[in-house]
């Protein structure tokens, strides 16, 4: 089935340590975003990117790394997790910033920075 | 920083009756999108406006928009148990293309 796919569904993390949520499209999309949703709040955008090499911060980068080597993949990277990056991860994907399109979104990454 | 502020932040109606919920935004636009969360799910989109639209329809769903009031509204007609979710607006700016998002309406349908 077309759509975004990410791995894993579930994560429990030490402080401290890292790790690397993934994220698969197979609809051609070029924008993709990697989103946190914390209780209470909306999402919040942590890093996007318009197309394969190119990536840029969102509202909330850090302790963050992305990259887009392909036009398929785009795998976020914590780099040393903290409690506060306890959070639902949501990748999400959209044919062309800006074309009035929506936005397809992944199941989502639920982690536990403990 | 959230643009998109829906309300009420909850509402709980019986199956049959329509639900609406509303959402209000702070800048200039390029479209509006409403999107519905199952529990423990993904977001699923469902419908987008232009800023250049003031209504639009998708099956039970009815969406305006108000560009002067910088404000939204979502109806769902004959809501069912499978409405149960929550519901979030998203606002593109027209010259940064970045969704900005509400915190979302918890709508329960009861049977």
């Known amino acids: 089935n077309a759509g975004v796919t990410q791995t894993p569904k579930f994560q429990v993390l030490k402080t401290g340590q890292s790790m690397t949520l993934q994220c698969a499209q197979d609809?051609?999309?070029?924008?993709m975003s990697w989103y946190r949703q914390d209780p209470g709040m909306g999402l919040r955008l942590i890093h996007y990117?318009?197309?394969?090499?190119?990536?840029d911060q969102g509202e909330v980068p850090n302790g963050y790394n992305v990259s887009r080597s392909t036009t398929e993949d785009f795998p976020l990277r914590l780099l040393s997790a903290a409690p506060s990056q306890t959070s639902v991860y949501f990748c999400?994907?959209?044919?062309?910033?800006?074309?009035?399109?929506?936005?397809?979104f992944g199941s989502g990454t639920r982690l536990t920075v403990v | 920083s959230q643009q998109g502020e829906e309300d009420p932040q909850a509402l709980s109606i019986q199956e049959g009756e329509n639900a609406t919920m509303n959402c209000s935004y702070k800048?200039?636009?390029?479209?509006l999108q409403w999107y519905r969360q199952n529990s423990g799910r993904g977001l699923v989109h469902l419908i987008l406006?232009?800023?250049n639209e003031r209504e639009k329809h998708s099956g039970r769903l009815r969406v305006t928009l108000d560009t002067s009031k910088k404000s939204s509204s979502l109806l769902i007609t004959a809501s069912r148990a499978a409405d149960t979710a929550s519901y979030f607006c998203?606002?593109?700016?027209?010259?940064?293309?970045?969704?900005?998002w509400g915190a979302g309406t918890k709508l329960i349908i009861k049977p």
């Open positions: 999400a994907s959209s044919y062309q910033q800006g074309a009035n399109y929506g936005y397809t």
């Open positions: 609809m051609n999309h070029e924008y």
């Open positions: 990117s318009v197309g394969a090499g190119i990536t």
């Open positions: 800048t200039s636009i390029n479209n």
């Open positions: 406006i232009r800023s």
């Open positions: 998203a606002t593109e700016g027209d010259s940064n293309y970045q969704l900005i």
